[in-house]
C-alpha cells in the first residue's frame, strides 16, 4: 500500500511537472446573472487578455479584492482592453443575493454563477479569492491565490506583460 | 500490490502507445495539492491536559484533471494520517477517494464515477465535498445530461454515495453498512434562451422539476422501514428588469430515520426570494420553511453522514472571529426562517460618499421552530413518538421558540488612497441549547463590534488592524455557575479579541493575535488565545505556518478563509494547484 502510495504521489508530481504547460479553459457551462448559459471554454475577448476571479459573498478578502479591482477597472480597460469575469462560488445559501450585492457596491465586471462548484473544480481552485489571467489565445497564463492590499498591482504587471505581447 | 503496478504500466502504456502527434497536443493536465498539519501540545491554560496519544494530524489531498478536448477524467487522492482534531475519525486512512471521468459534446454529457451534482437550490439531491470540514457526499455510479435544444437541460443520476472510506460494492459492505441506492431525475426549462422571441426580452423566466429516491434495505428489527423513499421538487424563476423572484418547493414521502426519532410524517420544505437590484442599490428578501426535510442514503445515519438532499441556511455568514463564534447550523427536523439584505453604495462626489464613496450593509435574519401540534395515532395522543406519524403542522404558523437572530450594520469607506476603514455592529439571538446541545444552558444574547482599519504604507506594504468586542447581555462576570454545568460555559460572557498584520504584496504576510475571554462567568475559562501567523504566497501556491492556540470558528488572514477547530499548537498549511 505504501509503494502505491508513493507511485501515485510521484505520478502526480510528474504530471505537474508536465503540466507546467499552458492550459485551455475547461469546457464548463455557468450562468451569468440573468440566466443565460455562458460556456467557459468559449470565452473570448477578441484577442485581449481575460481575467477570472473566483469570489463568494462570505468572503471578505475576496469583496476587499474586488472593491480595489473595481476602483481601477476602467483605467485597466481602457489601457489594455482586459475584460473580468467574477465567478461566484456561492451555492443556493447565496445565490439570490449575489445580484444585490454586486450592485449593491457598484461593481462593473461580468458575473457568472458557479453554484455547484464545477469550474471551481475543474480548475482546481481551493480557497477563493483565486486569479487566473488569461492571453489572447485563450491559454491559461498566471495564476494566484489569496489577496493582501495592493495585491492589484501583481495582477496589472501580468495583465500588461500579456497586452504587450500581442501588439 | 503486483496487480496495481500491472494496472499504472498498462495505463501509462496507453498514455504513450496513444501519442498520435494530434492527440498529445490536444492533452492537458492539471490539478492542485494541499496538506495541513498540526502538531499538537499540551495547554492546561484550555483544559488540553491530555494529547490521548495523538501529537499529529495531517489532513492532505493531491487531485490531478486531464482533458482532451470533449473528454476529461480526473483523480483525488486523500491521506488523514491520522485526521486533524475536529474531523471525523472515520476519515483515517489513505486512498484514492475520488475519480470520474466524463464526456460532454453539448448534446450529451455522460460522467461515470463520482459525481457532485444539484438539483434546483439542493432541497431534494446536491452531492458535493468540502475540504475545510472534512465532508464529502459524492455519488458514485452514472450521470447522463442531454440538452436537446438550447434552454432545455434533462439529467439523470444514479449510485451510492461515498461514507468516509466504506466499500461500495454490497457484497465487500460491513453489516451495519445500510447505504441505499440513489436515484434521480431533473429537468430544467429556461424560456428566455429556448424561445427566439424572449432571447432578449425583460422578462424572464425558467422552470424545473426533479425527482429523486433511495432504495434501501429494511434491517430494522422494530419498524418496517420503507424500501423505496421518493422525493420531488418544483421551481420557478422570475424575472423583470431589476427584479428578480425565485421559489422551490419539495416534498418527500415518510422516511423513518435515527434523525427524525422513526416518525412516519411527510417532509415539505418551501424557499421563496425577492430581489430588487440596481447601480449602487441592492435589496433581497429570502423566506423558507422546513419540515422534517432530512434525506439521507442510510436511515440510521447521524450528523451530516450520507445527506442527500441539502437544505440552505439563509443567514448572514460571518468572518471575523468573535461573531462566527456562534455560527448558526440548520435545524433538519423544521425551521422557519426569513432574511433581509440590503447593500446601498453612497454615491462618489457626495458630502457622505466622498471621493470613493461609501458602501453600507443592512441584514437581519432570524430562524424560529415549526409548530408541532399533537395528533392521534392508533387511538393514542403522539407527540414525536417513534413509529407513529409524530405530529401535525399548520404550514403557516410560526413557533415562538426562536433558534436566532442577527440583526448587523455595516460601513466600508476608502477614506483616502491610504487608508481604509470596516466596521460592523451586530446584534445577535442564538439558542446554544437547541444548536449545540449544552442542555438548560441560557440564551447567549449578545451586542458585537468590529472596526478593521488598513493604512496602506507604501505601493507594497500595508498595516491591517481589527480590534472586535462581544458582550453578553446576560451571562458575563458574576453569574452564578453550578460546579456541575461549568463545562456548558465554556466561551460564554464577554470577549476582547485584536489582529494586526503587516503584508508586503504580493507575497507576505505577518499577523499576530490575540482573543480574551476576560468576561467568563468561570474564572478559569478566562483565557487568552494567542497566535502568530505567517503566510508566504507565490503564484497559484500558498505556505502558511502559524502558532499558538486556536479556539473553533473561522481565522482570515492572508487572505484566505477557513474554518479551524480549537487546538494548542503549531499549523502548517501548504497547497498549490496548477
Not at chain 2, 498529445?24 to 502538531?39: I, K, P
Not at chain 2, 448572514?316 to 462566527?324: A, C, G, K, R, V
Request: charge should be neutral.
Amino acid at each position: 500500500m505504501k509503494k502505491l502510495t508513493a507511485l501515485l504521489l510521484l505520478a502526480l508530481f510528474a504530471t505537474g511537472l508536465y503540466a507546467q504547460s499552458k492550459t485551455d479553459l475547461p469546457n464548463v457551462t455557468l450562468k451569468d446573472l440573468n440566466g443565460k448559459d455562458v460556456n467557459i471554454a468559449k470565452l473570448s475577448n477578441n484577442g485581449k487578455p481575460i481575467v477570472i476571479t473566483f469570489w463568494a459573498t462570505w468572503c471578505a478578502p475576496c469583496i476587499k479584492e474586488h472593491n480595489a479591482l473595481n476602483d481601477v477597472y476602467q483605467d485597466w480597460v481602457d489601457e489594455t482592453g482586459v475584460k473580468l469575469y467574477a465567478v461566484s462560488i456561492d451555492d443556493s445559501r447565496s445565490t439570490a443575493k449575489v445580484k444585490p450585492v454586486v450592485e449593491g457596491k457598484g461593481w462593473d465586471f461580468d458575473i457568472l454563477l458557479d453554484v455547484n462548484s464545477d469550474l471551481k473544480r475543474a480548475m482546481n481552485v481551493s480557497n477563493p479569492p483565486h486569479t487566473f489571467l488569461i492571453d489572447g489565445s485563450g491559454k491559461i497564463v498566471w495564476q494566484h491565490t489569496g489577496y493582501v492590499e495592493g495585491g492589484e498591482e501583481e495582477l496589472y504587471e501580468e495583465i500588461l506583460k500579456v497586452a504587450k505581447k500581442k501588439k | 500490490m503486483q496487480k496495481h503496478i500491472l494496472l499504472v504500466t498498462v495505463l501509462a502504456l496507453i498514455g504513450f502507445g496513444a501519442s498520435a502527434q494530434s492527440f498529445l497536443e490536444n492533452s492537458q493536465v492539471n490539478g492542485s495539492f494541499q496538506t495541513d498539519a498540526q502538531y499538537y501540545m499540551l495547554d492546561k491554560g484550555i483544559d488540553i491536559t491530555d494529547l490521548n496519544g495523538k501529537k499529529f494530524g495531517i489532513n492532505g489531498f493531491g487531485k490531478v484533471n486531464y482533458t482532451n478536448g470533449n473528454f476529461s477524467a480526473g483523480i483525488r487522492f486523500e491521506a488523514f494520517l491520522p485526521e486533524m482534531n475536529g474531523f471525523r475519525s472515520e476519515l483515517n486512512g489513505v486512498g484514492l477517494a475520488n475519480f470520474y471521468a466524463t464526456y460532454d459534446n453539448g448534446f450529451i454529457g455522460v460522467t461515470v464515477g463520482d459525481i457532485y451534482d444539484q438539483f434546483g437550490s439542493g432541497l431534494v439531491f446536491r452531492t458535493y465535498e468540502e475540504w475545510s470540514l472534512g465532508m464529502d457526499n459524492a455519488l458514485r455510479g452514472a450521470r447522463v445530461v442531454l440538452r436537446p435544444t438550447n434552454g432545455v437541460t434533462i439529467k439523470g443520476v444514479y449510485g451510492r454515495q461515498r461514507f468516509f472510506w466504506a466499500p461500495y460494492l454490497e457484497r465487500e459492505m460491513s453489516a451495519d453498512d445500510y447505504r441505499g441506492i440513489v436515484r434521480g431525475a431533473d429537468a430544467e426549462w429556461d424560456l428566455n434562451q429556448s424561445i427566439p422571441s424572449m432571447n432578449d426580452s425583460k422578462f424572464r423566466m425558467s422552470l424545473g422539476g426533479s425527482f429523486v429516491s433511495k432504495k434501501q434495505a429494511d434491517q430494522s428489527l422494530f419498524y418496517y422501514i420503507p424500501e423505496n423513499v421518493g422525493a420531488a421538487a418544483a421551481r420557478l424563476n422570475l424575472g423583470y428588469g431589476n427584479w428578480a423572484f425565485s421559489t422551490e418547493y419539495a416534498y418527500k414521502i415518510n422516511d423513518p430515520s435515527a434523525i427524525n426519532n422513526f416518525i412516519y410524517k411527510e417532509g415539505q420544505a418551501l424557499m421563496a426570494s425577492l430581489s430588487y437590484s440596481q447601480k449602487g442599490f441592492g435589496a433581497v428578501l429570502q423566506v423558507k420553511r422546513t419540515d422534517n426535510m432530512s434525506f439521507k442514503s442510510m436511515y440510521t445515519g447521524k450528523q451530516n453522514d450520507l445527506d442527500i438532499n441539502f437544505i440552505p441556511p439563509i443567514n448572514y455568514t460571518h468572518t471575523h472571529s468573535l461573531p462566527s463564534m456562534y455560527t448558526y447550523s440548520t435545524q433538519p427536523n423544521g425551521e422557519m426562517a426569513a432574511q433581509l439584505q440590503v447593500n446601498y453604495t453612497i454615491p462618489k462626489g457626495t458630502a457622505l460618499g466622498g471621493k470613493y464613496g461609501t458602501k453600507l450593509a443592512f441584514n437581519m435574519s432570524q430562524v424560529n421552530d415549526i409548530v408541532r401540534d399533537s395528533i392521534m395515532d392508533n387511538g393514542q395522543m403522539v407527540i414525536n413518538k417513534k413509529g407513529s406519524l409524530g405530529y401535525a403542522s399548520d404550514f403557516f404558523a410560526i413557533s415562538k421558540h426562536r433558534f436566532f437572530r442577527d440583526i448587523n450594520f455595516e460601513i466600508d469607506k476608502r477614506i483616502n488612497k491610504d487608508w481604509h476603514v470596516n466596521a460592523q455592529y451586530i446584534n445577535l439571538y442564538y439558542d446554544i441549547e437547541t444548536i449545540e446541545g449544552h442542555a438548560g444552558a441560557p440564551v447567549v444574547q449578545a451586542n458585537i463590534g468590529f472596526v478593521d482599519v488598513t493604512y496602506k504604507i507604501n505601493k507594497k506594504q500595508s498595516l491591517r488592524l481589527e480590534l472586535q468586542g462581544l458582550w453578553e447581555n446576560e451571562v458575563h462576570k458574576g453569574y452564578e455557575v453550578e460546579e456541575s454545568e461549568k463545562k456548558d460555559y465554556q466561551k460564554r460572557g464577554d470577549w476582547a479579541a485584536a489582529l494586526l498584520e503587516y503584508t508586503i504584496s504580493p507575497h507576505w504576510s505577518f499577523s499576530i493575535a490575540d482573543k480574551w475571554n476576560y468576561g467568563n462567568p468561570v474564572e478559569e475559562y478566562r483565557d487568552h488565545y494567542f497566535t502568530g501567523t505567517v503566510t508566504y504566497i507565490h503564484d497559484a501556491t500558498r505556505v502558511m505556518l502559524s502558532g499558538g492556540r486556536q479556539s473553533e470558528g473561522v481565522v482570515c488572514v492572508g487572505g484566505v478563509c477557513r474554518t479551524v477547530p480549537a487546538s494548542s499548537g503549531v499549523t502548517l498549511t501548504v497547497s498549490t494547484s496548477f
